[in-house]
């Protein structure tokens, strides 16, 4: 490592000593600074600052090349350095770190998925998100160089596609959650995702059938050709459950003598064991998928060629729906026409957050609207009663009377 007053005229001639690759040109001006010289690169220069850290280790800083920085700038940062690490700064470990800050990409496939896969339910849901739409758009970046501008252009650039609000904020919201993961883990320090606006569009859809759309449907569902699905279908209309709680019941579950359906809480949306009680149809609805009460063991709906529970019902449900001329009916909207079964009834929207297993009163609000229809004619009833107690006989008539003149 020669020793030189680094001059610019020497840095513009500036090459290795022969017969070496690369040297290390020691400014003897200011100590610590170097320029260091490859053979691949002649007439070039790259500056460093050599120190010792905390630690007595010797490090080196990479302050710039002579393509973009003078040699007045190198030693002036050079000196703004030194005076930092003086003062217990240490530049190296700095950069070091922000080199061991992994990618988007990295940080999903190597820390996030393999933490939700047992953990989260909607797991594919969130694995599908990154596929599609958030590595190709992040996926090179450090995650500490992600911004909230460019979140928050990406969340209007998914409505600008044609995307519904409410699945552009999903976006938002899983982002949100991989950043504060990624802050717990002392892998970031800032979630630039916490203080997005969502767009909050209403997305509540509800289908409900006249009464002879109900009737056509359940026509359908009691000769339809399919019987497995349709069995299915009837299952869900007659005790407001969810798809995946239908699909994942077993007959263990079921307390026929007292009338209820313990759901496990792995299988409940609100992870907490649910009783759903029984109605009539339901109980004869499982008499007759198996009459034999020593048989009764396993999933209830099961796919004939695998022996296994059913796992998808969509493509048949289309079937069927279209057949009862209902083509607009989710296999959702069975569960809220069961709720507005018991609305209609004049059951309390209490009763029927209960028996849905609702986590709380606002999701049952939904309903209201039936609870008000209901109430409304149970006021008509007074009128009637009015009308009906009204007097018979016509109005007396009134007499005109002339004034004299």
Known sequence: MPVVQLTPDFIKNINPLPGKSRTEWCDKGLPGLYAEARATSPGSATYYLRYKDAGGTTRHLRLGNSGSMSL???????????????????????????????????????????????????????????????????????????????????????????????????????????????????????????????????????????????????????????????????????????LSEGLCARWEQFDLLHRTWKIPALNSKSKKVRSVPLNDVVCELLDSLQPDTALRSGYLFTNPRTNDRVKTVHRAWYKIRDKAGVPFLRIHDLRHMYASFMVNAGRSLYEVQAVLGHSSPQVTQRYAHLSTETLQAAASTASDRIRAASPKRPLPQLKLVSSGS
Not at 82 to 111: C, H, M, N, W, Y
Not at 196 to 214: H, M
């Open 72 to 242: 007045v700038q190198a030693r002036s940062e050079a000196k703004k350095q030194k005076a930092e690490i003086q003062l217990g700064a240490d530049p190296s470990a700095t950069a070091r770190k922000q080199k061991e800050v992994p990618t988007f990409k990295e940080f999903t496939e190597g820390q996030y998925l393999p933490y939700i896969r047992a953990r989260k339910r909607s797991a594919r849901d969130d694995e599908n998100r990154l596929r599609q739409r958030l590595i190709p758009a992040f996926g090179c970046q450090r995650m500490d160089t992600i911004t909230r501008k460019q979140l928050v252009n990406f969340h209007l650039s998914l409505k600008d596609a044609g995307l519904a609000g409410a699945t552009c904020d999903h976006f938002v919201k899983l982002i949100r959650s991989m950043f504060n993961l990624a802050i717990q883990w002392e892998v970031v320090t800032v979630n630039p995702a916490s203080k997005i606006a969502l767009f909050n569009d209403p997305n509540q859809v509800e289908n409900y059938l006249s009464e002879s759309q109900l009737q056509d449907l359940v026509a359908v569902l009691k000769q339809g050709e399919n019987r497995t699905v349709c069995n299915i279908a009837m299952f869900l209309l007659s005790t407001g459950a969810r």
